[in-house]
């Protein structure tokens, strides 16, 4: 799973089914779902990967110690 904070200003970013990527609305940042890393736009870093537990049907972050 990655960060669903853009790399370039801060905002929240989506997974658009339209075109198969994660997009950022603030200027159409986009970046490859299974890697995290930018394929088009401004941002300058790809996501950051975040861990995921699943439990059931719910997905929780793991935060780190």
């Known amino acids: 799973a ?3 904070i853009c790399t370039h200003l ?3 970013v ?6 198969g990527n994660i997009a950022c ?4 940042g986009r970046f490859n ?5 930018v394929v ?3 941002p300058p870093a ?4 975040v861990t995921v ?3 059931e049907d719910q997905i929780f972050l793991v935060q780190a110690s």
């Open 2 to 4: 990655y960060s669903a």
């Open 10 to 12: 801060g905002c929240i």
């Open 14 to 19: 989506a997974f658009d089914e339209t075109n």
């Open 25 to 28: 609305p603030c200027h159409d």
């Open 33 to 37: 779902p299974t890697t995290g890393a």
């Open 40 to 42: 088009s736009g401004p």
């Open 46 to 49: 790809p996501l950051s990967p």
């Open 53 to 55: 537990s699943v439990e």
